[in-house]
């Protein structure tokens, strides 16, 4: 009778290990809440990265990013050109750990053009 208690709680243990280990890797890879492009600015995508460190350290396996409180405020913005339609940035989303490393990658790679605004695919890093 022992014995079937300690085999019974090692494949308790056993599949509850498993799951937390799939549970971690599908987060990354299949985040059903993800964004797979986000749209940012140069004034946005500075104060991502200023935040970085702060964003990075959030415990879950997806990342809520909130850059509500660096968009700009009581400042009227030149309207778009009719020809060019700039789309309005994202301020706030979710991404899964590997997208916050892509974009981080992605917004500090030397050249890029971020205005008006700019697309930033996240399921494509290399």
Do not use: H
């Not at 702060?54 to 409180?69: C, F």
């Amino acid at each position: 009778m022992k014995n079937s208690v300690f085999s019974w709680r090692g494949t308790v243990t056993g599949l509850a290990g498993s799951l937390l280990l799939i549970a971690n890797a599908s987060a990354d890879e299949a985040c059903g809440l993800c964004v797979k492009q986000i749209v940012t600015n140069s004034e946005l995508a500075t104060c991502f990265l200023d935040q970085y460190d702060q964003i990075a350290k959030s415990g879950s396996g997806a990342v809520v990013v909130d850059l509500s409180n660096c968009a700009s405020r009581g400042v009227v913005e030149a309207l778009p050109s009719p020809n060019k339609g700039a789309a309005e940035p994202d301020v706030q989303f979710m991404i899964s750990r590997l997208q916050l490393q892509c974009l981080k990658k992605k917004l500090e790679a030397p050249g890029i053009v971020l205005d008006p605004s700019a697309t930033i695919e996240l399921d494509t890093c290399g």
